[in-house]
């Protein structure tokens, strides 16, 4: 079976495949929406295929070394076959911008039913969160490293290295642009379904920022940084760590500390 050339030449770069809408891809989403043909179907899985590699690329950043790259494009081929059987070219969409978010889906799916963060993980990073809420009710104050350590019963270099273990769990912005069709944006918030309606679900989103300012508000200077240099000013952790002066891996310690402050208080306003 013959195919186009390769629509990347190769490395991490984002793919450019020719534009759905011409040519002989568009010739092939005619003959597969028409009449189901499966060589049409391959053809264009083979020629779309460079996606899954990018976005297997972005999404294994952050996660543990035994996840293999290579797992990760299998879970997404599944997603972008998914994404050529209901993609509706005659909607004058950009396939690749629809592709992204189903791949990304298939690849997130997988790992989820997997549940590839270990146990005694998930123990430590709640075992943390409880010490911060303890430490902060008796102190009235943020508790330094060296307090969590005492609390634990373990040294403060025991604790940063929980902190960069925990850092794997893959936390994820809500405000990730997952695609970009026509103009339009899509974020991960976007593809949260909305549970709740009315006047108090509004009242429950305005109660839920202002906790979670007062929250960052009571942060170390340190951490309340990190936190803006990242969510806000849109830095990588190794920017941050050359605006710093710091390591990229003890930037990486700090924003896991602080999220995981954030999250015992923000438990502790729920009990």
Request: charged residues 25%; contains cysteine.
């Given at each position: 079976m013959t195919t186009d050339s390769p629509p990347v030449s190769g490395g991490d770069a984002e793919p450019k495949p020719v534009p759905a809408e011409g040519g002989v891809i568009g010739a092939l989403w005619t003959e597969l929406k028409a009449t189901g043909s499966k060589?049409?179907?391959?053809?264009?899985?083979?020629?779309?295929?460079?996606l899954v590699k990018y976005v297997a690329g972005r999404v294994s950043v952050g996660l543990p070394s035994y996840v293999e790259q290579a797992d990760l494009i299998s879970y997404g081929m599944f997603g972008l076959i998914d994404a050529i059987e209901k993609f509706e070219p005659e909607r004058g969409r950009r396939f690749e911008a629809y592709a992204v978010t189903r791949i990304k889906g298939a690849i997130i799916d997988e790992l989820r039913s997997m549940d590839w963060v270990p146990r005694s993980v998930r123990t430590?990073?709640?075992?943390?969160?409880?010490?911060?809420?303890?430490?902060?009710?008796?102190?009235?104050?943020?508790?330094t490293d060296l307090e969590v350590a005492k609390e634990l019963g373990i040294s403060e270099e025991e604790l940063h290295a929980?902190?960069?273990?925990?850092?794997?769990?893959?936390?994820?912005?809500?405000?990730?642009?997952?695609?970009?069709?026509?103009?339009?944006?899509?974020?991960?918030?976007?593809?949260?379904?909305?549970?709740?309606?009315g006047?108090?679900?509004?009242?429950?989103?305005?109660?839920?920022?202002?906790?979670?300012?007062?929250?960052?508000?009571?942060?170390?200077?340190?951490?309340?940084?990190?936190?803006?240099?990242?969510?806000?000013?849109?830095?990588?952790?190794?920017?941050?760590?050359?605006?710093?002066?710091?390591?990229?891996?003890?930037?990486?310690?700090?924003?896991?500390?602080?999220?995981?402050?954030?999250?015992?208080?923000?438990?502790?306003?729920?009990?």
């Open positions: 060589e049409a179907r391959d053809r264009l899985i083979v020629h779309f295929s460079p430590k990073a709640k075992s943390i969160e409880t010490a911060y809420a303890k430490l902060e009710g008796q102190h009235l104050r943020a508790p929980m902190f960069a273990q925990i850092s794997f769990v893959g936390l994820v912005a809500l405000d990730e642009i997952l695609s970009v069709d026509r103009g339009e944006s899509t974020t991960l918030g976007d593809t949260l379904a909305d549970p709740g309606e006047p108090v679900a509004a009242y429950e989103v305005v109660e839920m920022r202002q906790l979670l300012a007062s929250a960052v508000d009571r942060l170390g200077e340190r951490e309340k940084t990190v936190l803006g240099l990242y969510y806000y000013e849109g830095l990588t952790l190794a920017e941050i760590g050359d605006v710093l002066g710091v390591t990229e891996s003890r930037i990486c310690q700090i924003h896991t500390k602080a999220v995981l402050q954030l999250r015992a208080r923000l438990r502790k306003q729920d009990t």
